[in-house]
């Protein structure tokens, strides 16, 4: 099944994209293109039908970009494993986790309403 409406997915295309996205949660997964866990969430992802609109964006952390991402935010380099997903709800981080599960997906969130 293709990418329902309610949910994009899209390569990051500035930092700031993160802190201002509005109005329904933004997934932010780092990873990288060659990682096969990456490419099996993805494929998980094209899968599912979200319950609510998304924004989903990748940010392959070995690129100019990804490496701007880690100098401002210093937690990246706890990162031990990949995909790292980090939910933003009105631009602030309110889960993150590593690998990939769209039942762990769906509990970050109902999070926020709760």
């Known amino acids: 099944m293709p990418w329902s409406d309610d949910m994009q997915r899209q390569p990051l295309g500035d930092l700031q994209e993160v802190f201002t ?56 380099a706890h990162i031990e494993m990949i995909p790292f997903n980090v939910l933003y709800v009105d631009g602030e981080p309110v889960d993150q986790w590593a690998g990939g599960s769209v039942e762990r997906l769906v509990k970050a969130l109902q999070q926020p309403e709760d």
């Open 21 to 76: 996205v509005r109005n329904e949660p933004m997934l932010l997964i780092l990873g990288r293109p060659s990682c096969d866990d990456c490419v099996e969430w993805y494929a998980a992802l094209d899968a599912w039908t979200p319950p609510k609109p998304l924004k989903i964006c990748t940010l392959d952390l070995s690129t100019e970009l990804g490496e701007v991402f880690k100098e401002h935010h210093a937690w990246t």
